[in-house]
């Protein structure tokens, strides 16, 4: 427990500041290699996780039944997302890191409009720390 504690604190850290260093940046390269490690850092994590949370195992049958062709009814973008990346050769880590990706481009895009606001930074910390994956 203790080693998941320190994982998820890092990768949340390592997040927060990535993506205030993008956002305060003033040099292109570096805020465009920050913005690169914000998405991909949560991303990386959350597609090797394996059994890992109590929904894993619900979203690998929605995955498995869109994969053979059975009726599901999740919402229409996840079974997108499932649909493509089955029809691609894929599995459900490539799932769980698109859902990531997006999820965090999204907030991260919306924080960086508030930036006059809030801080990036923070703002990302505090979604970090509180969303459950």
Do not use: W
Request: glycine share 8%; proline share 2%; charged share 15%.
């Amino acid at each position: 427990m203790t080693g998941s504690l320190i994982l998820y604190g890092s990768v949340s850290l390592l997040t927060a500041l990535s993506s205030e260093i993008s956002a305060r940046a003033k040099n292109k390269i570096i805020r465009s290699f920050a913005f690169l490690f914000t998405l991909l850092i949560p991303s990386f994590v959350a597609g090797i996780r394996y059994g890992i949370g109590t929904d894993y195992f619900n979203y690998k049958f929605i995955f498995e039944k869109i994969k053979y062709g059975y009726e599901v009814r999740p919402e229409i973008g996840y079974k997108l997302i499932n649909h493509m990346v089955a029809i691609s050769g894929g599995n459900i880590q490539h799932v769980f890191f698109i859902v990531s990706f997006l999820t965090i481009l999204f907030v991260y895009l919306t924080l960086s409009d508030h930036k006059e606001k809030i801080s990036v930074g923070l703002g990302m910390l505090v979604f970090m720390l509180i969303c459950k994956r």
